[in-house]
Nanobody, 127 residues
């Protein structure tokens, strides 16, 4: 079974940056809908960023202007560039994927629609 492998988490101070990566473990696994979610202790998992159709992107309001999702299709990898980090960004970040045969990838932030998940990578922002 194909897996999603995340990396790039860590600890950073307020205003700092981190770049998360998520790579599919098998070359034959090419989900067209991928996104990033996060879950803080005691809170529900929330969608952070995703691809809506093709390379069009969508973001949660809380991260717009600070986070950027991108992908390298040749490497079967997606990224999440996180800038101007805030303490409230502290959470476990998960990569998620699914294949949609017809239509767009919207809504990108509905966790129940995704079939495959990475193991998570911790992001901690301290003041």
């Amino acid at each position: 079974q194909a897996q999603l492998v995340e990396s790039g988490g860590g600890s950073v101070q307020v205003g700092g940056s981190l770049r998360l990566s998520c790579a599919a473990s098998e070359d034959t696994y090419n989900p067209n809908c991928m996104g990033w979610f996060r879950q803080a202790p005691g809170k529900e998992r929330e969608g952070v960023a995703g691809f809506s159709a093709g390379n069009s992107t969508a973001y949660a309001d809380s991260v717009k202007g600070r986070f950027t999702i991108s992908r390298d299709s040749a490497q079967n990898t997606i990224y999440l560039q996180m800038d101007s980090l805030k303490p409230e960004d502290t959470a476990m970040y998960y990569c998620a994927a699914r294949t949609v045969w017809l239509g767009s990838c919207l809504p990108f932030d509905s966790a129940s629609l995704y079939t495959d998940w990475g193991q998570g990578t911790q992001v901690t922002v301290s003041s």
